[in-house]
């Protein structure tokens, strides 16, 4: 008993300081976006005064706009792609599944620059798509999918076939039956996965500094700013602005899929 609670008092502690250490610097960054201070850890007075100066600079608007049209795009894309891709893996038969599963996973594990270059050639090659844009979106479509994949597989492996095979012999044709049976009950996997992919475009520095010299996204942004004029404290607004939206995103998602489980709970106890 007495090594148990070493143990647990142990491993509470470890818990405590790692989380201190991972969230201290990030809470720091919030509080101090509410002064004007132009060093964290001097106090200037409460105020607005950073996030009015970014909200009225016309570059960050620029890139915040460019890279809220890239992400939500690009997610939007991946989701569709994603959920059809994810539906065609689950139906194969497992030596081709484990294949195309793994295959889908290359840009996951892949290093960014690698990928980055990977695409910087193409583009050059294939010069249809053109520079801005485009490019941007097709990049982050790609890099985006495998996270959808990886959310509405698991999910799909927990649906019971017969439903689907039910639509089908109630006279709904495949594509009504996918699209009024199956995306439903992957919805919380689709948001998940939608969330993921817009996070993995926010945060894209890489490959998008290698394939886009017409468009600045954020992370281009803070990266030029931070290299040129060093830390400006109206970047400590901007990354607490990000830092909001991602944690919005994410609340949202948790949201859903709570709803969503208690419904088919709730269906199942009715069932019963």
Not at 63 to 77: D, E, M, P, Y
Not at 87 to 116: C, E, F, H, P, W
Not at 181 to 189: F, G, T
């Amino acid at each position: 008993m007495k090594n148990k609670k070493v143990s647990k008092v142990f491993s509470i502690t470890f818990i405590a300081i790692m989380a201190i250490l991972v969230y201290l610097p990030t809470l720091l960054l919030v509080v101090y976006s509410f002064t004007t201070s132009k060093v964290i850890g001097q106090w200037s007075g409460f105020s607005f005064d950073l996030y009015r100066d970014m909200f009225a600079d016309f570059e960050i608007m620029t890139a915040l706009t460019n890279t809220l049209i890239v992400g939500v795009v690009a997610s939007v894309l991946a989701s569709l792609i994603g959920i059809v891709t994810a539906i065609g893996i689950y139906s194969m038969k497992k030596r081709y599944k484990s294949l195309l599963d793994g295959l889908t996973q290359i840009t996951m594990v892949n290093a960014d620059i690698v990928t980055a270059a990977a695409f910087m050639m193409f583009f050059i090659l294939v010069q249809i798509i053109p520079d801005g844009f485009a490019t941007l979106i097709v990049a982050h479509t790609v890099i985006c999918c495998p996270y959808v994949i990886m959310s509405v597989l698991p999910k799909l492996a927990t649906l019971d076939p017969n439903v689907y095979e039910a639509g089908l012999d109630l006279g709904a044709t495949p594509h009504k039956t996918l699209w009024r049976v199956m995306i439903p009950q992957l919805l919380p996997a689709i948001l998940s996965g939608f969330a993921l992919a817009f996070t993995i475009s926010l945060d894209d520095f890489t490959i998008s500094t290698f394939v886009s010299s017409s468009v600045e996204t954020i992370p281009q942004y803070l990266y030029n700013k931070l290299r040129f004029k060093g830390v400006m404290p109206v970047l400590r607004a901007l990354s607490t602005l990000i830092l909001v939206v991602a944690f919005v995103i994410l609340l949202v998602v948790n949201i859903v899929q709570n709803k969503k489980s208690k419904k088919i709970l709730f269906a199942g106890g009715i069932t019963k």
